[in-house]
């Protein structure tokens, strides 16, 4: 199977491209550099160093999936069996002030690619959603069967769920025969043990994990965290933290279960570990990793925020035959060795 990667130089797609060659899968990969970095060849520098880690080539070509024309070219020319679509701006804070921004990369691109595939017959596609389309959480652990779409607060969360609720659409049209996959991450943290590829934030970091970790190297001065008095263990939010790697095993997984079993429908699976830690929980293991301290002070709660989310694992064992087994530990130990080796993230040092 040759599997056409959008969005592959991002921190989610690079990890998956690696997993997927290691698989013995052939990759033709697609960036914009909206979120990545190139190098003066015009090349992905994650993905430059993900050939390296492997020793394979990886096919890569510049192309915008909003841009209808770039994107039937690569239809045209490369072989292409399924589709693992990343692409997407994804910062929910960012996606409160553009919300016009969110919904074209997120909508527009995404039906441009899906229309393509039906044009061209490629009938293997999943889909990088996120744990945000529960909105406020019906129930803890969270499971696949929990209402949807109820409680999102931004548009970004938004531009997922509609996305969702189109492809199940499309993948529902009588005579289709399409097998999709949509892949519900909770929070990916964590880097490639080699500490050659991770998450390489512009800008301030949004999330928690970037920033603990340039709070640690002390590129940021002090850890504001959100609120302590929510209603957990310490008071302070409590997320499913997942390593990157486990996630992109899990994507390798879902190609696996689609090659094997043919004729699937629409399937979702959430992507976690079924563990909660807190934000103080991350801080702790963060400077055990580190042998760092990390000074913190207690903010406001973030708009938007809410206090606990973890998942049901079981389904994505049951049926993709995929469980996370790294633990905490080895997302911090692999975080700090990303931001020891790469204290400018993939810009030259
Ligand atoms: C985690 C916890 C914050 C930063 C988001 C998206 C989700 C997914 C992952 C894309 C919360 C606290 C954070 C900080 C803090 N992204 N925090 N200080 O909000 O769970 O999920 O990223 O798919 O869709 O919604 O992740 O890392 O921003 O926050 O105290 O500087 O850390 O309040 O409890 P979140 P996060």
Partial sequence: MRVLVTGAAGFIGSHTVLELLNAGYDVICIDNFSNSIADEKGEAVSLTRVSQLTGKQIPFKKCDVC????????????????VIHFAALKAVGESVQLPLAYYRNNIVASLNLIAM??????????FSSSATVYGTPEK????????????ITNPYGQTKYMMEQILRDVGAAPGENWNMILLRYFNPVGAHPSGRIGEDPKG???NLMPYVSQVAIGKL?????YGDQWETKDGTGVRDFIHVVDLAKGHVKALERMDKKGSIGTEVFNLGTGTGYSVKEMVTAME??????IPSKVGPPRVGDIASVYCDPSLALEKLEWKAELGLEEMCRDLWKWQIDNPNGFLAA
């Fill in 288 to 293: 055990k990793a580190s042998g760092r301290t």
């Fill in 204 to 206: 301030v970091p949004n």
């Fill in 117 to 126: 595939c039906k044009k061209y017959e490629v009938r293997n596609f999943i």
């Fill in 67 to 82: 841009d209808e024309k770039e994107l039937e070219e690569i239809f045209k020319t490369e072989k292409i069996d399924a």
């Fill in 140 to 151: 803890l652990p969270i499971d696949e069967s929990c209402r949807v779409g109820v409680g």
């Fill in 221 to 225: 001065p002090v850890l504001t965290i």
